[in-house]
Every structure is written in C-alpha cells, then in structure tokens.
C-alpha cells in the first residue's frame, strides 16, 4: 500500500512501549494485566490501578469514527500534492477506552464521516535511519 502521506512524511521513532504497535502488522494495544484496562498511547504504568505489570491486547482491527479533520492545507511543502486527507479518531469495536489516530483512506477525504465503519489497514514503510520495516495503521472506510 502507498504511504498516505507520501515516502517521505516522517516516521514514528520506536520505543519499547510502541515498537509493536508500529511494526507487528496487527492492531496491538497496551493492556494491563491485573486489571485488563486498554491504553493509547502505551505507557510504563496503567493509567487505571497504576500497575507496572502490562502487555498486549490484539485487536480485530474493526472501529467507528469518533471524529474527523480533514486538512486542505499543506503545513509542509511535501504535503502540497497529498492534500486534502482526513485525519480521524477511531474508537475500536474491542478496545473500549481509548480513541486511535490516523489517516482515513478507501474514499474522498472530503467524504468521510463521524459514524462511518473502519478496518485497519496497514502501510509498509522503511527506515532509512535503521533499516527498520514499519507497518503504520490507517483506517479503510468501510461502507
């Protein structure tokens, strides 16, 4: 899949917390281990009971738009060829709590909505910096 924003938008810098999220090419959510609470962005510590015991919840990948922007102007002189693209949070069917950021695709920008279905779907990127392979979620509008 094309990157949304083009080769050479910049990448996520991996961590330990969030190098499964970016690379593992499944929709992988932190999650607490004594009391289950779901986290985004991944922390050292769950937000809920502050337990430092946590892992990974996989997620189907399936969600709603809980909100969109869609930008039209380029912020970057990269961006000037890619814009419009909707930026949207997504409330995941499985992963109640926590909202996710990306870029909704499968449809204009301009018609993406607030309650429209979405799968994750993910773009493959490199690193040029550490030779890493990143599998960056964004959002298929699913209608």
């Known amino acids: 899949m094309k990157r949304v924003l083009g ?3 910049i990448l996520p810098a991996l961590d330990n917390l969030n190098r499964a999220f970016f ?3 499944k929709l992988t959510l932190q999650q607490c281990k004594k009391c289950s609470h ?3 962005p991944p922390e050292e510590i769950c937000r809920n009971c502050q337990s430092f015991d946590l892992g990974h919840f ?3 990948g399936t969600g709603k738009i809980a ?4 930008n039209h102007h380029p912020v970057h002189p990269d961006m000037r ?12 069917d499985d992963a109640p709590g926590p909202l996710l950021a990306g870029n909704a695709i499968g449809v204009a920008p301009t018609d993406v909505q607030i309650g429209d279905s979405v799968r994750v779907v993910f773009e493959e990127a490199h690193d040029k910096h550490t030779d890493e392979r990143l599998l960056i979620p964004q959002w298929e509008v699913v209608r």
């Not at 909100?67 to 869609?70: L, Q, T, Y």
């Not at 890619?82 to 930026?87: K, S, Y």
């Open 7 to 9: 080769e050479g938008w």
């Open 23 to 25: 690379t593992t090419g």
């Open 38 to 40: 779901l986290q985004h």
């Open 58 to 60: 996989e997620s189907a």
């Open 67 to 70: 909100s969109v922007a869609v």
């Open 81 to 92: 060829d890619i814009v419009p693209f909707a930026i949207v949070l997504v409330a995941v």
